[in-house]
């Protein structure tokens, strides 16, 4: 019996139907037949890991890759092949650790970068911080460690074609949430949304889901742009713009505020949100525009602040 799951956009046309393959082989003077059943099966429902009950949830670490000198993808598995993170749309998680020495927790949001709907296990992408005790310690782990989870923290609900167009301007570990909103959209054939991404980072080798992303602007060009900002761009690189996220560049890039049904999402180190939006005043307050934006006329309306 072999599980499969029905394809995004497909609509299964029997919940439990049934494939029988009759082979005979016949030899001469043999007098035998010979017998092979298959059958497929539909998945059982998808069982949510985090549930928002508040509850931490401890999974083990399955797999380690070093994708850059100081970044790790790491996968952790869920309790069963039928478990998916139980995130939704846009969404993050928190992790959780206390060290021998510590008098309190460590506790830290991240977003996964696999697909909601992956059964079985989830990846995250840590970039370790000097310094960053959560950080640190993801990447001392080791395979078969546990580390507990809780979530979903919802973030900015999203439905397809909810937006005409989106600009999304990230920077460094800041591309994760905006990537999980970025997949959704293009996972999805009913969402028509038109994406530009701007990523600001320090060099090359920083560009995380380099490859997810081009793969994405391959594939969709008339839908899908990306523009890359480096502290040290690469001589003579045509793909990235040597420097910072400016307000010169936000202007090529940037539909007409006040017209048209647009959003733009930004999420990046403290020092790219006051620069560009302003920061926010909590998780539940996004705060006044202010920066850039605020500069290029946008309101609180228009913006969103991961």
């Not at 996964?112 to 640190?136: A, C, F, H, W």
């Not at 080798?205 to 502290?231: C, G, M």
């Not at 690469?234 to 990235?240: E, F, I, L, N, S």
Request: net charge positive.
């Amino acid at each position: 019996i072999r599980r499969y799951a029905t394809p995004a956009g497909e609509e299964k046309k029997s919940s439990s139907t049934l494939l029988y393959t009759l082979v005979v082989l016949a030899g001469a003077g043999a007098g035998a037949g010979y017998y092979f059943y298959t059958a497929e099966t539909p998945l059982p429902p998808a069982i949510p890991t985090l549930t928002g009950d508040g509850k931490w949830v401890d999974l083990k670490l399955a797999k380690i890759e070093q994708i850059s000198p100081n970044t790790k993808r790491l996968r952790f598995k869920l309790p069963s092949e039928d478990h998916v993170s139980g995130l939704k749309i846009a969404s993050a998680l928190l992790t959780k650790y206390k060290g021998p020495k510590d008098e309190k927790p460590t506790i830290r949001p991240y977003t996964p970068v696999s697909d909601e709907n992956q059964r079985g296990y989830m990846d995250l992408i840590i970039k370790k911080y000097e310094g960053g005790p959560m950080s640190t310690h993801i990447h001392d782990m080791n395979v078969d460690q546990m580390l507990a989870f809780k979530g979903p923290l919802p973030k900015y609900e999203w439905a397809p074609n909810k937006h005409e167009h989106i600009t999304l301007i990230a920077g460094g570990t800041g591309i994760t949430p905006i990537y999980q909103l970025i997949r959704a959209i293009f996972s999805n054939p009913e969402d028509k949304t038109k994406v530009t991404l701007v990523f600001g980072n320090v060099t090359e080798d920083d560009i995380l889901l380099k490859q997810e992303l081009a793969h994405l602007e391959n594939t969709y060009p008339q839908r899908f742009k990306a523009s890359y900002v480096l502290d040290n761009a690469p001589k003579d690189a045509g793909w990235a713009t040597q420097g910072r996220v400016t307000k010169e560049l936000l202007k090529t890039v940037l539909p007409e505020p006040g017209k048209g049904n647009n959003k733009i999402f930004v999420c990046g180190p403290p020092g790219m949100y006051k620069a560009i939006s302003g920061t926010k005043k909590s998780p539940s307050d996004q705060g006044e525009i202010a920066g850039i934006l605020k500069e290029l006329g946008y309101t609180k309306e228009e913006v969103y602040k991961f």
